[in-house]
């Protein structure tokens, strides 16, 4: 048996995300501005250049280290956890309750509020400046 680490195809992994994802080539092509077939050569190929897996990272909304790094086993082993876990936390209230937005996305969206409430502050001191 041979010690080895097998090496990783990077574009075999782009593909299984976007299966699991259960997006297209098509979908993904136009996302990043390429036609299908250069993504179906990309996902044939082992090896991606930099730039193009930093923008099929972001039209699969994973980061570059999931893509380099999946495995098979770690999605089952990430999905076997969840519905273990989720069937056994919580108590009688939340019991079978999930949510149904990402807390993520929650985060930013505030963030982006703050940001803009910050800049209309400023336009409105310079304003007062000015007179």
């Avoid at 250069?38 to 730039?51: L, Q, R």
Wanted: proline letters at 2%; hydrophobic letters at 35%; aromatic letters at 8%.
């Amino acid at each position: 048996m041979s010690t080895t680490a097998k090496p990783k195809h990077i574009g075999r992994n782009i593909s299984r995300i976007r299966e699991l994802k259960g997006m297209k080539q098509e979908a993904l092509a136009m996302a990043i501005g390429l036609s299908q077939q250069t993504v179906s050569n990309i996902e044939s190929s082992e090896n991606v250049d930099s730039e193009k897996l930093t923008e099929i990272a972001k039209a699969l909304g994973v980061t570059i280290e999931a893509i380099e790094n999946f495995s098979e086993e770690s999605v089952f082993n990430f999905f076997n956890n969840f519905y273990d876990n989720s069937s056994s936390q919580g108590n009688s209230f939340n019991q079978g309750m999930y949510a149904t937005f990402n807390p993520l996305d929650k985060v930013i969206e505030l963030y982006e509020r703050l940001v803009q409430a910050e800049k209309e502050k400023v336009e409105y001191l310079e304003k007062l400046l000015k007179k």
